[in-house]
């Protein structure tokens, strides 16, 4: 088996190289059952979580977690990519995570979900190796702390208006509603006219398809609740459709789900129907492509939403640490993925306070993975 030698160098002279690699897969559990359109659920998840160690004694952590039905990416395809790259990974230099990255692709294509994780867990070496934080790393800290969304799973309205109500009370004031799981658009207007009347005028409120609606569907509902002061996410499955949409209605749009990589971002934003844009680690292969995608962001003047699909303690803080190192100008918000899931896999993880919340400060990712909740690997190359 061929392998990558060359060493990497700390600010100390240790002269590193991966040796080993172990994943586990990790059941997570939603503090609710999350509805969305087309049927599509998120209640208890699969979680991917890796860990890369150095002949340096360093460890780096990674995960990514796909939802079911949502995006091409599959829990189960991550160890059969990572055991393909199992020739780049074994024996690369860990600092400096682009480099190795570029073998990666040469060698497995596209895969990026798997290769999130990977990604994620050379930053954290590198940070370690500098002793610095990621975010350090990613352009240097621009704001203290990041505003958080509340997102309210797809049930009655009424509920919903409750939920949003609570979510309120404890300081959040961006509210994004899933819409479609009944598959009538009258309750639609209904779910969005609640949550607004629950939250009052000011607060950010958008609802979100999924891609699950059909363009008459979404322009009925976007006419509907035209005068309700909200945004539109992601209501169908082209951007072409998504377009049609936002011509049809005049309101702003979130994209999520189509937005996946350089040519998508241009695509949507030429088409006018990319107001705001989630970016998530595991749709663009890790924090370095994402990085990329956020720098482009900031030129084409895009609000974001700095995030993942779904996870726990080591994907929020990796998102963390990009969100606070980007413009706060252009940082719509962020997501508290693990405050969602159970089991915590990190009890020194960033938590929230109120509607914001901080990334760590330690070196790398800043958190310390409690393995014992791990257990046994379920993987390990060395």
Known sequence: ???????????????QRITRLRLWHVPLTSHTAYYMAEGKTCDTVETVVIALETDAGLTGWGEVCPIPHYLPAYARGVAPALQELAPVILGGDPVGSEALMARADAVL???VYAKS????ALWDITGQTAGLPVHALMGGRRQDSLPLYHSITCVEPDEMARIARDAQ???ISQFQAKLGASGDWQTDVERLAKVREAVGPGPLVYGDWNCGATTLDAIRVGRGAAHLDVMLEAPCRTLEDCARVQRATGMPMKMDELAHDTASLLQAHGLGIMDVVALKLSKFGGLSATRRARDLCLHLGAKMCIECTWGSDIVTAAALHLGVATSPSQVLNVCDLSGYVSPRLAPDAPSRAGSRIVPPDGPGLGITVDQDRLGTPDLILD
């Open 1 to 15: 088996m061929n392998r990558i030698l060359a060493p990497s160098l700390s600010p100390v002279g240790i002269e």
């Open 117 to 120: 994780a990977l990604d994620i």
């Open 169 to 171: 009370s404890k300081g």
């Open 109 to 111: 294509p596209g895969h």
